[in-house]
């Protein structure tokens, strides 16, 4: 007889948190399974030098705001000790390391399959985020390259590529802190962007973008973006973008043992990182047959329409305006727990 819950929260990074917490405040019974040793989430993986890209009063999941750090923009290790201490702080009921292999529908439980044995559960919230499943483009020729290709995930600092000759590709917030990274350490740096880079004003930073979704969520017909860029200007970003070390060029048109060819240039390369982005993490949920065409499951609220039972916290807008972010997927969470403590609450 496997053990029964009323939730089953899978991921235990920010998301599963914050989802946790709304559980616990509206007297829910629930497990977060995440599969990493330790707290943090996405957050414990990433480069060294990443930083925050709002202030830390911008960035706090729901109860206990993340303490203030003296730089305007924290850099990571700031919020892998948030999450540690958020954890703790609520004693939030996290088994780790728990990894959930499959849910499988019965009529009346999912069937949570983990590397630990077997949980039934009225309902899963899955939480797994995105860091999982990096995405990297189909690019003619990509396979014959003989330098070494990576994805954001993988990075971890600049030292790796000391007197290389680097392609940093994607123009998103990654790829030109990235690019900024490498500058000092790289032979050779160059962000090779589809589009071009837009930044926000140098004085305008996250809490612009968050501040755009809660407009979108009051009305969905809001105004336009009062700015057109989505790059911040970080501070470590605006002094490679003042020397003028953040050489831009367009997409590879195809890549070759030695390199790639943009238009008529044929250019030698060591390494090509792709900061290309991610995709929702949710291999665990298969047997469940959820996704559609595009990729994602189809939902309503944050719950999937085939299947009620099955919800969904922190991977993107699809999920709730700014679920994404730290501050924003308290919100998210919220609302998902007042709604299943009416439905459990009305079965009795
Ligand atoms: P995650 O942090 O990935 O947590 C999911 C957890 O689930 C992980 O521990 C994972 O190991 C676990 N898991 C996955 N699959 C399974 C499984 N099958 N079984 C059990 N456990 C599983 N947001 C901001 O608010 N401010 C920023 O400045 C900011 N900067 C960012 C910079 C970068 C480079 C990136 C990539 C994102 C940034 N974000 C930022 C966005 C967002 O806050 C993070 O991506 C965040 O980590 C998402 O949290 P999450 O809980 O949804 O996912």
Same mark, same amino acid.
């Given at each position: 007889?496997?053990?029964?819950?009323?939730?089953?929260?899978?991921?235990?990074?920010?998301?599963?948190?914050?989802?946790?917490?709304?559980?616990?405040?509206?007297?829910?019974?629930?497990?977060?399974? *995440?599969?990493?040793?330790?707290?943090?989430?996405?957050?414990?993986?990433?480069?060294?030098?990443?930083?925050?890209?709002?202030?830390?009063?911008?960035?706090?999941?729901?109860?206990?705001?993340?303490?203030?750090?003296? *730089?305007?923009?924290?850099?990571?290790?700031?919020?892998?000790?948030?999450?540690?201490?958020?954890?703790?702080?609520?004693d939030l009921p996290v088994e780790r390391p728990v990894r959930v292999d499959d849910v499988r529908?019965?009529?009346?439980?999912?069937?949570?399959?983990?590397?630990?044995?077997?949980?039934?559960?009225?309902?899963?919230?899955?939480?797994?985020?995105?860091?999982?499943?990096?995405?990297?483009?189909?690019?003619?020729?990509?396979?014959?390259?003989?330098?070494?290709?990576?994805?954001?995930?993988?990075?971890?600092?600049?030292?790796?590529?000391?007197?290389?000759?680097?392609?940093?590709?994607?123009?998103?917030?990654?790829?030109?802190?990235?690019?900024?990274?490498?500058?000092?350490?790289?032979?050779?740096?160059?962000?090779?962007?589809?589009?071009?880079?837009?930044?926000?004003?140098?004085?305008?930073?996250?809490?612009?973008?968050?501040?755009?979704?809660?407009?979108?969520?009051?009305?969905?017909?809001?105004?336009?973006?009062?700015?057109?860029?989505?790059?911040?200007?970080?501070?470590?970003?605006?002094?490679?973008?003042?020397?003028?070390?953040?050489?831009?060029?367009?997409?590879?048109?195809?890549?070759?043992?030695?390199?790639?060819?943009?238009?008529?240039?044929?250019?030698?390369?060591?390494?090509?990182?792709?900061?290309?982005?991610?995709?929702?993490?949710?291999?665990?949920?298969r047997s469940l047959r959820l996704r559609t065409s595009t990729?994602?499951?189809?939902?309503?609220?944050?719950?999937?329409?085939?299947?009620?039972?099955?919800?969904?916290?922190?991977?993107?807008?699809?999920?709730?305006?700014?679920?994404?972010?730290?501050?924003?997927?308290?919100?998210?969470?919220?609302?998902?727990?007042?709604?299943?403590?009416?439905?459990?609450?009305?079965?009795?």
């Open positions: 007889m496997p053990r029964q819950v009323d939730v089953a929260v899978l991921g235990g990074g920010q998301a599963g948190l914050a989802t946790s917490y709304h559980l616990r405040r509206v007297g829910i019974d629930h497990v977060v399974l *995440d599969d990493r040793a330790h707290p943090g989430g996405a957050w414990a993986s990433t480069w060294p030098s990443l930083r925050l890209f709002s202030p830390s009063a911008y960035s706090s999941l729901p109860g206990w705001p993340m303490p203030p750090h003296p *730089d305007t923009f924290p850099p990571v290790q700031h919020v892998r000790a948030y999450l540690r201490d958020y954890e703790a702080r609520y529908s019965t009529p009346d439980r999912l069937l949570v399959g983990t590397d630990h044995g077997e949980l039934a559960a009225r309902y899963v919230v899955s939480a797994t985020g995105t860091w999982a499943a990096p995405f990297v483009p189909m690019i003619e020729g990509a396979s014959t390259f003989a330098g070494r290709q990576l994805h954001s995930a993988q990075y971890r600092g600049p030292e790796d590529f000391a007197g290389q000759r680097v392609a940093v590709v994607g123009g998103g917030n990654s790829g030109v802190q990235i690019t900024a990274d490498l500058v000092e350490t790289a032979e050779w740096v160059s962000l090779v962007t589809a589009r071009r880079l837009r930044f926000l004003p140098d004085d305008v930073d996250g809490r612009h973008l968050f501040d755009e979704a809660s407009a979108r969520l009051r009305d969905p017909h809001a105004a336009e973006a009062a700015f057109v860029g989505n790059i911040v200007a970080l501070p470590a970003v605006r002094r490679a973008r003042e020397r003028g070390a953040l050489r831009v060029r367009a997409m590879f048109d195809r890549m070759v043992p030695e390199g790639a060819v943009i238009g008529r240039d044929r250019i030698e390369l060591d390494t090509v990182i792709w900061c290309t982005g991610f995709r929702p993490a949710l291999r665990h949920l990729g994602i499951p189809e939902v309503s609220g944050n719950r999937s329409v085939r299947d009620r039972r099955v919800c969904f916290v922190g991977y993107g807008d699809w999920t709730g305006p700014a679920s994404a972010t730290l501050i924003g997927v308290g919100r998210t969470a919220k609302a998902l727990a007042a709604e299943l403590a009416a439905e459990l609450g009305a079965r009795g």
